[in-house]
């Protein structure tokens, strides 16, 4: 039998809470390196609490998060993340942004190393040319790709973005979705990202986690992206998944991610963790798989 490399994220029972409130519990789910991961659901489920404790940036209440082997005790380098902020320092180049970085990273590395290695990511990101630029002389979109490329020159095994294209306009963000998926396919990236937006998460994502509504929030399905992996966001639409797994991801947070915590409740005790199926998902194409990342069917 061919070996199986282990997942790089391996969320087990992972809960939060604010003082009496609880705003989600019992998370189960892993990422396989490589993968391409969304995390779709309204505001107040601790969508970015949760990419915050997989940064390292916040203490979960309950449960674990094992990355690569070794639990999270706090922020690393392996971990690089992307906020809906560039967050780029603004007395430095577009070149001294990324040089800070891989400085943090690698102290050791002489200037001509640092500036070789930064301007690999500056090219992957197409923006050869806007080395001495500060960010005051760039555009939005530009800023983000400068925050990419020194995410992604930190060489992180886990990239994290928190919306990262949610306050650019729609020609920028339809820009940028493709440079990513165009990094992210070339590097193999492992990604956790966060969104409100489900065509991007069809476009980008090789599984999509639905949340119920919180407080007390629940993962309630792991959606498995069945869309071609050569897709691109001029033809996506005309495949004929993606109407019906569009439907899915939509009705499920117009309706089903309110009701969902009450349906779980309803069960048989004994039944109430076990694999969630939504019916008609297979039916339209929609592979829903177990909180464990297991095809419930299987």
């Known amino acids: 039998m061919k070996a199986t ?76 993340v992307i906020f809906q902020g560039h967050a780029l320092l603004p007395w ?8 800070f970085a891989v400085r943090s990273r690698w102290p050791k590395w002489d200037k001509a190393k640092v500036r ?53 306009d729609a020609l920028t963000r339809g820009v940028l979705q493709d440079e990513v998926l165009r990094i992210c396919r070339e590097t193999r990236q492992t990604v956790f990202m966060i969104t409100h937006d489900v065509d991007e ?32 966001r001029s033809d996506v639409h005309r495949h004929p998944a993606y109407y019906p797994m569009r439907n899915h991801l939509i009705e499920f947070l117009v309706n089903r991610s309110r009701v969902f915590n009450d349906e779980i409740a309803a069960r048989p005790f004994d039944a109430r963790h076990r694999p969630f199926v939504h019916p008609g998902a297979r039916e339209a194409g929609v592979v829903p798989l177990a909180a464990n990342g297991r095809n419930p069917g299987k």
């Not at 601790?46 to 390292?56: D, P, Q, S, Y």
């Not at 430095?92 to 040089?99: D, F, K, R, Y």
């Open 92 to 99: 430095m180049t577009v070149m001294g942004n990324l040089a």
């Open 5 to 80: 490399s282990p997942p790089m994220i391996q969320v087990q029972g992972l809960a939060k809470s604010y003082g009496p409130t609880t705003v989600f519990g019992d998370l189960w789910f892993n990422v396989e390196p490589g993968e391409f991961v969304c995390l779709i659901g309204h505001s107040g489920c601790g969508k970015t609490t949760i990419l915050n404790v997989l940064a390292g940036l916040e203490q979960q209440s309950g449960g674990e998060v094992i990355v690569a082997g070794t639990q999270i005790v706090g922020p690393s380098l392996d971990r690089a």
């Open 201 to 232: 998460a069809i476009l980008l994502a090789d599984k999509v986690l639905l949340m119920t509504n919180g407080p007390e929030a629940k993962l309630a399905e792991i959606v498995v992206n069945t869309l071609p992996m050569d897709r691109s």
């Open 116 to 168: 070789a290695h930064c301007q690999k990511y500056i090219d992957l990101v197409n923006l050869t040319g806007a080395e001495g630029k500060r960010p005051a002389a760039l555009s939005g979109g530009m800023k983000q790709r400068v925050g990419i490329a020194r995410a992604l020159a930190i060489e992180p095994k886990i990239l994290l973005m928190d919306e990262p294209f949610s306050a650019l």
